[in-house]
C-alpha cells in the first residue's frame, strides 16, 4: 500500500493540476452501480447504471450533468481462465447535455486472465459499435489490467485491494479520420462483505493524441453487489 500510495496516486492527482488552464482539459465525476448475477458455473450477467456529470470545462469549475448509461453484459467462461461476452448499452444525452442525441453501443469482448503469484493479470479485447441518429462509430479497445490484495497474499472479507489498468482505444467512422485513445486507471477497493465491495478511483485519458489531443480526468466510484 505504501509503494502504491507513493508512485501511483500523486502521478494522478497530479496530472490534473497540471493540465488546468488548458483549453482541451475537461473533468468529470462518475458514480456507478452495479450487480453481477450468476446463472450458472460459467455464465453470468452484469447490469449496472451510471452517471457522468462535469466537473470541470471551459477553464472553469462548472458542475452539470452529461449523461446516463444503463448497462447489460451476458459473460460465458470457455476456459477455466478465459471469457466471451455480449454488451449492450443505452446513452441517455437528449434533454441531458443541450444539442446531444442519446446513444446505443453494442460490444463483443474476450478476455483472460492469469494469477501467477498473489497479483492477478488480464486481458480483454472489446469491439464497439455506437449507434447515433447519424452515424455509426466503429471503436477496438484493447486493455491490460491488475489486481492485487493489500493485505496479505488473499483477499479477505474487510480487506482492501488496488486496480491499475492501461487502455488503448481506435474509433473509426465513415467519412472521419481515426482517432486514437488511451487511458490509464487505478482504483481502490474494499470487499464489505462477500456480495458487496466498493471501489473509488481517478482515471486519465489521452484523447485524439494524433490529432486535436484532448485531456480528460475523471473521479469514479463504483458499489457492486454480487447474488
Known amino acids: 500500500m505504501s509503494f502504491i500510495s507513493r508512485a501511483f496516486l500523486p502521478l494522478l492527482f497530479s496530472i490534473p493540476m497540471s493540465m488546468l488552464g488548458q483549453d482541451q482539459f475537461t473533468a468529470y465525476f462518475q458514480p456507478q452501480i452495479a450487480l453481477n448475477y450468476s446463472v450458472k458455473d460459467d455464465y453470468s450477467h452484469n447490469f449496472s447504471v451510471q452517471q457522468r ?12 450533468a452529461r449523461q446516463l448509461d444503463v448497462t447489460h453484459f451476458s459473460k460465458l467462461k470457455i476456459a477455466g481462465n478465459k471469457s466471451l461476452a455480449l454488451g449492450i448499452q443505452y446513452r441517455f444525452r437528449n434533454g441531458i ?3 446531444k442525441g442519446d446513444e446505443l453501443r453494442l460490444t463483443q469482448q474476450y478476455s483472460s486472465t492469469f494469477k501467477p503469484f498473489k497479483v492477478r493479470y488480464g486481458h480483454r479485447l472489446r469491439s464497439e459499435q455506437r449507434i447515433s441518429t447519424n452515424f455509426t462509430t466503429y471503436r477496438l479497445r484493447y486493455r491490460f489490467a491488475f489486481d492485487l490484495p493489500l493485505n496479505g497474499d488473499h483477499l479477505d472479507i474487510g480487506e482492501a485491494y488496488f ?27 474494499w470487499l464489505f462483505t462477500e456480495k458487496m465491495k466498493l ?29
Open 163 to 189: 486496480v491499475g489498468s492501461l487502455e488503448s482505444l481506435l474509433s473509426m467512422a465513415r467519412s472521419t479520420t481515426p482517432q486514437y485513445d488511451q487511458r490509464f486507471t487505478v482504483h481502490l477497493g
Open 53 to 64: 456529470s462535469f466537473v470541470y470545462d471551459d477553464n472553469q469549475i462548472d458542475v452539470k
Open 199 to 227: 471501489q473509488t478511483g481517478l482515471e486519465y485519458r489521452f484523447e485524439d493524441y494524433t490529432h486535436r489531443t484532448q485531456h480528460i480526468f475523471m473521479v469514479l466510484t463504483s458499489l457492486v453487489f454480487s447474488l
Open 97 to 99: 447535455e443541450a444539442n
